[in-house]
Protein backbone atom coordinates (compact mmCIF):
# COMPACT_ATOMS: atom_id res chain seq x y z
CA UNK A 1 0.00 0.00 0.00
CA UNK A 2 2.55 1.98 1.06
CA UNK A 3 4.76 2.43 -3.16
CA UNK A 4 0.92 2.55 -4.00
CA UNK A 5 0.75 5.99 -1.98
CA UNK A 6 3.75 7.41 -3.39
CA UNK A 7 2.10 6.28 -6.68
CA UNK A 8 -0.99 8.45 -5.96
CA UNK A 9 0.40 11.53 -5.22
CA UNK A 10 3.06 11.41 -7.95
CA UNK A 11 -0.10 11.01 -10.24
CA UNK A 12 -1.59 14.04 -8.30
CA UNK A 13 1.32 16.27 -8.96
CA UNK A 14 1.41 15.19 -13.03
CA UNK A 15 -2.27 15.62 -14.11
CA UNK A 16 -3.40 18.10 -11.50
CA UNK A 17 -4.56 21.17 -13.78
CA UNK A 18 -7.43 23.58 -13.60
CA UNK A 19 -9.47 21.33 -15.22
CA UNK A 20 -8.64 17.86 -13.43
CA UNK A 21 -8.17 17.51 -9.16
CA UNK A 22 -7.34 14.18 -8.57
CA UNK A 23 -6.58 15.45 -4.90
CA UNK A 24 -8.80 18.75 -4.15
CA UNK A 25 -6.22 21.11 -3.85
CA UNK A 26 -7.65 22.85 -0.41
CA UNK A 27 -8.20 19.30 1.77
CA UNK A 28 -4.32 18.69 0.61
CA UNK A 29 -3.41 21.95 1.80
CA UNK A 30 -4.77 21.66 5.03
CA UNK A 31 -3.45 17.94 5.08
CA UNK A 32 -0.35 18.91 4.61
CA UNK A 33 -0.40 21.68 7.20
CA UNK A 34 -1.62 19.18 10.08
CA UNK A 35 0.66 16.62 8.58
CA UNK A 36 4.28 19.33 9.36
CA UNK A 37 2.93 19.25 13.12
CA UNK A 38 2.95 15.86 13.18
CA UNK A 39 6.74 15.19 11.23
CA UNK A 40 8.03 17.82 13.67
CA UNK A 41 6.27 15.22 16.75
CA UNK A 42 7.62 12.34 15.26
CA UNK A 43 11.17 14.29 14.27
CA UNK A 44 11.35 15.42 18.23
CA UNK A 45 10.62 11.51 19.56
CA UNK A 46 7.31 12.05 20.50
CA UNK A 47 4.88 8.81 20.57
CA UNK A 48 2.70 9.20 17.96
CA UNK A 49 0.32 6.58 15.64
CA UNK A 50 2.47 6.79 12.93
CA UNK A 51 5.62 4.24 12.37
CA UNK A 52 8.96 6.35 12.89
CA UNK A 53 9.95 6.50 8.96
CA UNK A 54 7.17 8.97 8.79
CA UNK A 55 9.21 11.43 9.80
CA UNK A 56 11.27 11.28 7.07
CA UNK A 57 9.64 14.03 4.68
CA UNK A 58 6.49 15.06 3.29
CA UNK A 59 5.85 12.36 1.10
CA UNK A 60 6.70 9.39 3.42
CA UNK A 61 4.55 10.67 5.88
CA UNK A 62 1.50 11.21 3.18
CA UNK A 63 2.11 7.07 2.66
CA UNK A 64 2.74 6.41 6.20
CA UNK A 65 -0.35 8.48 7.35
CA UNK A 66 -2.45 6.87 4.12
CA UNK A 67 -1.49 2.92 5.40
CA UNK A 68 -2.74 3.90 8.94
CA UNK A 69 -5.90 5.30 7.78
CA UNK A 70 -6.43 2.53 6.00
CA UNK A 71 -4.95 -0.23 8.44
CA UNK A 72 -5.79 1.36 11.80
CA UNK A 73 -8.58 3.51 11.21
CA UNK A 74 -9.58 3.48 14.92
CA UNK A 75 -6.64 4.41 16.51
CA UNK A 76 -5.51 6.67 14.26
CA UNK A 77 -9.10 8.52 14.33
CA UNK A 78 -8.81 8.75 18.66
CA UNK A 79 -5.59 9.59 17.98
CA UNK A 80 -6.30 12.76 15.58
CA UNK A 81 -9.74 13.35 14.84
CA UNK A 82 -8.72 16.51 12.70
CA UNK A 83 -6.01 15.15 10.57
CA UNK A 84 -8.07 11.46 10.45
CA UNK A 85 -11.49 14.10 8.70
CA UNK A 86 -9.11 15.63 6.69
CA UNK A 87 -7.85 12.32 4.90
CA UNK A 88 -11.69 11.38 4.79
CA UNK A 89 -12.49 14.30 2.65
CA UNK A 90 -9.23 13.82 0.43
CA UNK A 91 -9.92 10.03 -0.19
CA UNK A 92 -13.56 10.70 -0.09
CA UNK A 93 -14.58 7.45 2.02
CA UNK A 94 -14.07 6.73 5.74
CA UNK A 95 -12.38 3.18 6.48
CA UNK A 96 -13.91 3.61 9.82
CA UNK A 97 -17.52 2.56 8.10
CA UNK A 98 -16.42 -1.32 7.05
CA UNK A 99 -13.35 -1.61 9.51
CA UNK A 100 -14.81 -3.07 12.85
CA UNK A 101 -13.03 -1.73 16.22
Known sequence: MHEVVHALKLKNQ???NDECEFFNPEVYDAFQEIASVEIRKIKSGE???FRINAGIDDDEFFAVALETFFEKPHEFFDYNPVLYGTLVRLMRQDPRV???K
Do not use: A, S
Request: hydrophobic fraction near 55%.
Open 14 to 16: IYY
Open 47 to 49: LTV
Open 98 to 100: WVK
